[in-house]
């Protein structure tokens, strides 16, 4: 941390420095703003450098049971939900047989589950839900004959989500 104050004060002071060599112009003003780069330059590779030295000093210093004791980071981990989800949108993009064996009917679950909280059936809702996501939600959807056809568009997706989210 003191290295830091340390640094602020050196980029102040040759800020100041910047202005007043600014102001008198004892050289050209590029050869004035380069020294200026050169002094920042330097000054970042002096804290960089005491920044390794104090790491280098305390993973030297310290004991295999201090270093195994301290703070870590904690890793992280996509949880597998979400990349399955993930999976199934993209796979749901690309073709239709995905997209009526995978995604659709984990978006009908919702929109089910979501109806039944204000006491209504998925067979019910054709006008809460919309022609649209009707036709994509209703449980007596069709298979599509060209199961390796697109499937919907992400803006499809998306719309169709925000439809169920607004039940």
């Known amino acids: ?12 002071t040759v800020t100041v420095g910047l202005a007043i060599a600014l102001g008198l112009r004892p050289a050209s003003v590029r050869e004035i703003l380069a020294a200026y780069v050169l002094a920042l330059a330097a000054i970042a590779l002096l804290l960089l450098t005491r920044i390794a030295h104090d790491t280098e000093e305390w993973e030297r210093s310290s004991s295999d049971f201090e270093r195994a004791l301290a703070p870590r980071r904690p890793e992280r981990v996509r949880p ?10 993209v796979l749901a993009n690309g073709n239709a047989g995905d997209l009526h064996t995978k995604l659709l009917p984990q978006l009908r679950d919702v929109a089910t589950a979501r109806l039944a909280d204000r006491g209504l059936r998925l067979a019910d809702a054709h006008v809460l839900l919309g022609d649209e996501a009707w036709e994509l939600l209703r449980s007596d959807r069709p298979a599509p004959i060209d199961r390796g056809r697109p499937g919907l568009p992400l803006k499809q ?10 039940l």
């Open 80 to 89: 597998a939900e979400l990349i399955r989800a993930e999976r199934d949108l």
């Open 1 to 12: 941390m003191r290295d830091v104050r340390q640094a602020v004060a050196q980029l102040a």
């Open 157 to 166: 997706i998306a719309a169709l989500f925000d439809r169920i989210e607004e």
